[in-house]
Each structure stands twice: as structure tokens, then as C-alpha cells.
């Protein structure tokens, strides 16, 4: 089955498929992530993951002798890497493990509407992603009076766990892109973690490439700003911008290029 035998992304072609019902082609294609995404038991297990891992981490940071954005901002670490690890694993396997079980070209043949399933398959990953963020900001939020026996200004907590959030929802659809655009799960994802670790530090260690413009690294550091000046958002401006590159680009290949 090539492209050119399900022109879902030709305006002027009409869907192979039945009429679209409440909510057109994209509320066509999002119930049916929906329900293909509670019979599947590996999103779910990352993202019971990434909770746990927040627990632990709230149980291993430093408590003692620091202030409350400071217990804060040291555990927001589970949210901006092992949070960040596992939903960008999540984001990835949203896509690619269509292709390596081979189910996409059922999904396609089915909705019909390319642009629609990869539009619904990002609004499902960008939702269960800001979910579970926000259970695991919460986490850390609640562990501050608990664990450490001081108070956690709202306004902080607020500012710092939406910067959280948004790190963590950008890095999901990061992942989903990268499948799109490799159709490899394991690649997508070795990329998006090496991304990070290794290939933003050698531009920022061998150029005069400025930390602030690292996409990864400048978003994770804002949510983590515990000296009460609070996140910087345009620090978000790089990785946003990324995000939307790549996902456009995968837009337009998994709609020109044979599945």
C-alpha cells in the first residue's frame, strides 16, 4: 500500500472511509487512539514509572538546611530527567510501535485521514504526558511540608511544576516526532536521550554555542530555578521551536512517503 493509494492528505480526495461522525475526522481518529491506548499496557507502565521514580527521588533529595523552592527545585530532577526519560519513551512508542508491529497501515486504511491520526496521536500524547507531569510535580510539591518540615509558596510552585509540565510535554512530542521521522522506536529513542546528554554538551564544550540556546538543556534548567527568580520561560523558546520543526517534518513525510 503506497501514499498514493489513501490520498488523505489531498483536501480535494475525499477519506476512504465512512462519514466522519461527532467531531469530523479528527474526533474519529482520537477515540480510536483512545481506546487503542487503554489496551496497551506499556504506556501505562511508563507512566506508572515516572510517578514511582518521583517518589524516589523525593526520598533521596537533600531536605535538610534548604529553603522550600529549594527542596522544591531539587526534586523537580525526577520530572526534567527520569520524568523526561520515560515520557519521551512514551512519546516515541505512541508512533513507532505502530510500525514495529506493523499496525499503521490498519490504522491508515481504517481513518483514512493521515494528517488527523498523527494530529491525534500528538493531542493524546501531549495530554496523558501533562497528566502524569502534573501528578509527579505534585508529588514533589506535597513531599516539601512532609518530608522536609517547611513551607512551599504557591506562586513558586506553580511557576517552577508548569515549566515542568511543558518541559515534559515538549519532550514527549519530541519522541513522537523522531518516530515519525525514523519509524524506528529504538533509534527515536536512543536520539532523544543522547540529544541531551551528549550531543548539546560537545556543541557547548567545542563552539561558543550558548547553554541558553541548548533546546533540552535550557528547558530543563528553568524549571529548576530554586533561587526564587522563578522559571525564565523564554529559556522554553529553543525546545519549542525544535519541537515544532520536527513534527512538522514528520507531518509531511508520513503523509507523502509509503508506510
Not at 489513501?6 to 476512504?16: G, I, K, L, N, V
Not at 491506548?37 to 524516589?56: D, E, N
Not at 527568580?229 to 512538522?248: F, N
Amino acid at each position: 500500500m503506497t501514499a498514493r493509494s489513501t490520498p488523505a492528505c489531498d483536501a480535494a480526495s475525499p477519506p476512504p472511509v465512512a462519514a466522519p461522525g461527532r467531531g469530523g475526522a479528527f474526533g474519529r481518529a482520537l477515540s480510536y487512539e483512545w481506546v487503542a491506548l487503554r489496551s496497551l499496557r506499556t504506556p501505562w507502565v511508563l507512566c506508572g514509572s515516572a510517578v514511582a521514580a518521583q517518589v524516589l527521588v523525593d526520598l533521596v533529595v537533600g531536605r535538610d538546611g534548604t529553603s522550600g523552592p529549594r527542596q522544591f527545585a531539587g526534586g523537580m530532577v525526577g520530572v526534567t530527567l527520569v520524568g523526561f526519560v520515560l515520557m519521551a519513551a512514551f512519546g516515541v512508542n505512541a508512533l513507532g510501535g505502530e510500525y514495529r508491529h506493523r499496525t499503521i497501515t490498519r490504522i491508515v486504511l481504517t481513518l483514512g485521514d493521515r494528517r488527523g491520526i498523527l494530529l491525534a496521536k500528538a493531542t493524546l500524547t501531549g495530554a496523558v504526558t501533562a497528566a502524569v507531569a502534573a501528578v509527579m510535580v505534585l508529588v514533589n510539591a506535597l513531599s516539601v511540608p512532609i518530608l522536609g518540615k517547611t513551607s512551599l509558596p504557591l506562586t513558586e510552585a506553580l511557576a517552577m511544576g508548569g515549566a515542568g509540565v511543558l518541559h515534559t510535554v515538549l519532550c514527549a512530542l519530541v519522541g513522537l516526532a523522531l518516530a515519525g521521522l525514523t519509524r524506528n522506536s529504538t533509534l527515536s529513542i536512543a536520539v532523544v536521550i543522547l540529544w541531551p546528554v551528549l550531543l548539546e554538551n560537545l556543541m557547548v564544550v567545542t563552539t561558543r554555542f550558548g547553554r541558553n540556546l541548548a533546546p533540552f538543556g535550557a528547558a530543563a534548567a528553568q524549571a529548576q530555578a530554586g533561587d526564587g527568580s522563578g522559571p525564565q520561560w523564554l529559556l522554553m523558546l529553543p525546545l519549542a521551536v525544535l519541537t515544532t520543526v520536527l513534527l512538522s517534518a514528520a507531518g509531511v513525510l508520513f503523509c507523502r512517503r509509503d508506510l
